[in-house]
């Protein structure tokens, strides 16, 4: 490679950092204190060898296994405590890790391509591939930097049982699961020609592979192999602690990276290497409305990420046969199940995989809502103003998209995880009962609409905030009782005010409250729309 290709690569590596710098710090603070508070509250939750027993039971059902990964030996869980936060904390933080590396390198690629930035940058004396050496460069002094924060942080809050070792290498795990997910993003960023098609790619690969290991963590181990999660997972992390799936994901990332400098080096800009579809000769009857234009800029991503929620909830449903039978089997565990009275582990199970996905659900939603601001900063809702269109009518027609959108796909992950759990257990769920534990959260998701719009029409340059937002309530309703959040912090968190359905009563007055918030946002922000500038 001609050094010359990368002349500017400093200057350039400044000027992204700047760029991105309050995305960078808000990622890094949030990944790394929570995963420093959890790991430090894991001390005072199981503090003897019963209710280390009890977590091990339950994690070692197939349901638990799907969605949080392989566990431990029985026994290994009473040697430390780093086993426990391992199993609940580490797959889901390396999906946090992902999804930012994805929204970090999608940005500083496809997105300053479309919007000029590159072509202008190219103008100077820079090299032809300094931009795209910066941007990885970048995204991976910021997963060094969670790595070596987190693995330190985690040897000094001096842990039973941790090593340094074991907490240097889980460190390891989050830095280089973050950068495979870079380096891949940055492929996808090389074979599109849109910064739409880069993230959707990349974030499609990503329900991808926690599918696949959910399967193959089930079925077949080997199946997991094909998943970058998968092997990330068999480090057996504060115990035998493996270092070679940290080597495997090195030479994965090193390899994709090599392709991805080739091909930016032969592509045009503005280009990709997957064909352009063409257009249709006469638009159809369906975008000559509003709404129908809406929906047909963002029916690619409706229809994946429907197909992904019904996906990821017949995975769910398909091994709840399994659990059932291990439940059953297990006297400890129906001691305990005894104490509990109707509210039973299936039960728990259904009402916190709900709130999970519920809230992974309201992500497409809220990109709906934000995709009128994109619009925007694009001038091309000029378009639609030059005409007699009224504000309203063009605002009301995203927010209308965003809830048909959020009742579709509580719909499908009800509809997924019955379907298939129907055909495993011996005495299945009722469709009833697991379609009310999911449009339960409706009103949750409403109020998340709501904050939307509001920020859109009231506070467009704020629009960030929701996504803060979304993630003190993924905290809140994964691991709030475990950092002892005070019961009013929790309720800030719209999904904690949803009640735990099936299991407990269905709290008319924190659904209205919610309802009624979701109305009073939807007002100041349509009201706010309709006297601000539009600017680009």
């Known amino acids: 490679m001609n050094v010359q290709m990368l002349k500017g690569t400093s200057q350039l590596i400044k000027i992204i950092s700047r760029q991105h710098r309050f995305q960078i710090i808000a990622w ?44 431990y030996e029985a026994d290994e869980y009473l040697l430390t405590i780093g086993t426990q936060f391992a199993h609940e904390m580490l797959l889901f933080t390396l999906l946090a890790i992902a999804i930012m590396n994805i929204l970090l390198v999608g940005s500083s690629t496809r997105t300053d391509e479309e919007t ?15 931009y795209l050496a910066a941007s990885i460069i970048v995204v991976g002094c910021v997963n060094l930097i969670i ?35 870079a380096a891949i993003t940055s492929l996808f960023a090389q074979i599109t020609d849109s910064s739409r098609g880069t993230k959707g790619l990349a974030f499609g690969t990503l329900v991808i592979a926690y599918f696949i290991r959910a399967v193959g963590d089930v079925v077949d181990e080997k199946i997991s192999f094909f998943s970058p999660l998968g092997w990330l997972l068999r480090t057996d992390v504060f ?30 800009l503005n280009s990709g290497f997957l064909p352009t579809r063409k257009g249709r000769t006469n638009a159809s009857s369906m975008i000559k409305s509003i709404l129908g234009l809406v929906y047909h800029l963002q029916r690619i991503k409706i229809i994946a990420w429907g197909i992904g929620i019904f996906a990821l909830g017949a995975a769910f449903g398909a091994v709840m046969g399994d659990m059932e039978k291990y439940f059953s089997d297990n006297e400890f565990v ?44 694009h001038y091309r809702t000029e378009h639609f103003y030059s005409r007699a269109i009224s504000r309203n009518r063009v605002l009301g027609s995203f927010t209308v998209l965003a809830i048909i959108e959020s009742i579709i796909y509580l719909m499908l992950l009800a509809l997924g995880l019955w379907l298939a759990a129907n055909t495993m257990m011996e005495n299945p769920i009722s469709f009833a009962t697991i379609m009310q534990s999911a449009l339960v959260y409706l009103p949750a998701m409403f ?35 475990l950092l002892n959040f005070p019961e009013w912090i929790m309720y800030l968190s719209a999904f904690e005010l949803i009640p735990k359905v099936p299991g407990e009563e269905v709290d008319i007055q924190s659904l209205f409250l919610l309802l009624v918030l979701f109305i009073v946002f939807l007002f100041i922000g349509f009201k706010g729309y309709n006297k601000r500038d539009i600017a680009g």
């Open 28 to 71: 890094l603070m949030g990944i790394v204190f929570v995963s420093l508070a959890v790991a430090s509250s894991y001390q005072s939750v199981y503090q003897n060898e019963s209710d280390k027993q009890g977590f091990a039971l339950t994690m070692q059902n197939p349901a638990m296994v799907a969605m949080l990964g392989p566990g």
């Open 116 to 130: 000029g930035r590159t072509e202008v940058l190219r103008s100077l004396p820079i090299g032809r591939l300094s």
């Open 147 to 181: 790595a070596l924060i987190t693995g330190i942080g985690l040897h000094l809050l001096n842990i039973e049982g941790n090593t340094l070792e074991s907490s240097i290498l889980y460190g390891a795990i989050l830095g280089l699961g973050g950068f495979v997910f």
């Open 239 to 268: 115990i035998n602690n493996y270092w070679w799936p940290i080597v495997i994901s090195s030479i994965f990332s090193i390899v994709l990276i090599i392709i991805t400098f080739y091909l930016n080096s032969i592509r045009d």
């Open 334 to 377: 129906q001691m305990m199940l005894a104490q509990m009275g109707d509210f039973s582990i299936t039960d728990q199970f259904i009402s916190m995989l709900m709130g999970i996905m519920s809230l992974i659900s309201v992500i497409p939603v809220i990109m709906t809502i934000l995709k009128l601001k994109s619009e925007e900063n």
């Open 447 to 481: 109020f998340m609409i709501g904050v939307t719009v509001f920020l859109v029409g009231f506070a467009p340059k704020f629009t960030s905030v929701i996504w803060l937002y979304f993630a003190f309530c993924y905290v809140a309703v994964y691991v709030g009782g």
